[in-house]
DNA sequence: CTGAAAGCGCTTACAG
DNA sequence: CTGAAAGCGCTTACAG
């Protein structure tokens, strides 16, 4: 099995009886410092690719200054597991949507070395430069590393509300949706809530807590706040189990389902006994064949602006690119479900 | 945002007071022509290095002729949507963890553009070339690319069974499988046997049929084939609740589940009054709450050995190659499940 | 209008 | 042992 030579174009040329510099121009469909290749040549040019089998060296053309028509994505850990798929697949099916419109091709850092139970984007082989811009998912992004891309100038956008400066975003508005839960749950009657969260320092858990603590404000309700840092899901179910509020917002939907069963062996059933809702996507979700009340995030639009951002910023000339809006904050929704139920006296 | 100029391996050798050259041969660890590096200059130099953000281009280094450290995938459709991912989810897995394994990044080629409903592998911009190979996943793979791709000597691994000489594939042995179904279904008192399929021409389809023709003959049960390329599912169900024989096999889980509604129109329930099994995975996939009889295909182990294969095509020198295994066919398992049923009495 | 040439950042021979 | 140089396949100025 020899390799046939690579067809470079500098064989076109040889073909095409021109220069090597015009079988690159006709490529690219570029004239230079007044240079017009007239049509006839063009054609000759043309044939003789076709006659061949070129293709043009991406590494080449890279290395060259050229745009790869290559984007990055990197996880901070792996997405493609039977576990990661339900949070990452929908945003990757967006990316992989966009990417197809965009003419992109999809460079995953799957080598990237693990250390502290995230991957590390920056690290001796990194594939990074390949990329034109990077997209960047996940929960637990190293701010050094945001900090890096943003003072080196590389085009990126990460998936998710960033507090970095600098750090173009496209994110869910948590404060918003959080705000109108608390909403349901007064109009509902309801005056005293318990959130069970896992305490952590992610800007959309942040965004989660601030949410809800201006809802309590303007709503005039009482809120609870327990970790699962701080305590075990059995020691959380107690506390709500033997106290009075009459609502639990969770975190996510694993959390609902979990504290459920926790609270059903106290003897509470919801929502009979107590109302709950989620602070996080509940599709295709539900609680004893209950509907979920909680949130439905339009994941594949988020990463489908998110790329569309990037492209933007890689394409775009620096004058441009100041006009560009670099964070964005996307509306998700509200899903009325069943675990939220009108109060039915007072405990 | 003035991009800083970036680091290349001359200014660690200017930093290091040492030559370019030096540079790289500390970074590849190499020694070219009794060429013989002190230690104390390598340390000078990875101390230059640290100081810097210096990451080495891969466009350079794939251009300079060394490996990239990249796995192209090629799908023949998009993989990460929804319906796709339960198809290629497992394999996807297998491959990133393979590709993490390696020390590989993976590129997507969702650029590729779309002719006659499946993606092409060549085109004007194909990245291809920027990898170190590439696996091919899909049904409908073009028979052309797999020979261009041979001919020009470029490493890939087929995911799959593959007629086309000299194409490395990794598949499941469906002609076994098929006959161990036919086998259980012998041992139930079965003889006469409708295999409802979808009228593909790919190898796979072609194994499921060879499977079932070579059991028919060794264990003497008449078959039946049933085409949906030539009618549609309703007849299909018509002709099985006419018919005599007593087990259907289908070809998917899908065909099953579809033809299971069929037939019960015609009064025809499962297993009661006819057996059903499927010639392909029926993980996670009930009738009526019974699991379905089929296979269990090892998908993960499947990719993760494509990747293997790979990795080793493009390791090897030419001779060490010639050694290698290039057809792994890898076994599957059957699901006993409760859709496949004994006999009754004779019809 | 076309060709010869520099340069992108590397690797790897080959002189010193 | 080290440095100067060629070459990978492109793009893009700059002479002719």
Redesign the interface.
Known sequence: ????PKVTQREIARIAGVSQATVSMVLNDREYSNVRIPEATRERVRRAIEQT?Y??????R??AGLD???LGVFTYE?????ES?DFY??L??G???E??R??????????SPVEDGTRKL?H???????TDGCILLGQQMDSAELT?LV???FPFVAVGRRDEPGVPYVGIDYVTLTGDIVEQAVALGHRRITYAHYGRSTPAAADRVAGLALAAETMLVETTLLSTADSDLSEVAAVIANGTDTVVITEDVFMAEALAVELAEHGKAIPEDLSLAVLGDVEGHSLGGRGMTGFQLPREQLAAEALALLQQLIVRN?KARAKLELRTMIEGSIVAGATLAQLKESR
Chains 1, 2 share one sequence.
């Open positions: 099995m020899e390799k046939p089998t293709v043009p060296d991406p590494a080449a890279r290395l790869n028509k290559i792996a997405a493609l597991s039977r798929l697949g929908p990757l099916h990316i992989e949507q990417a197809e965009l003419g992109c091709d999809l460079l995953f850092f799957t080598s920056f001796k082989q990194t594939r990074l430069r390949l890096r003072e080196e100038g620096d």
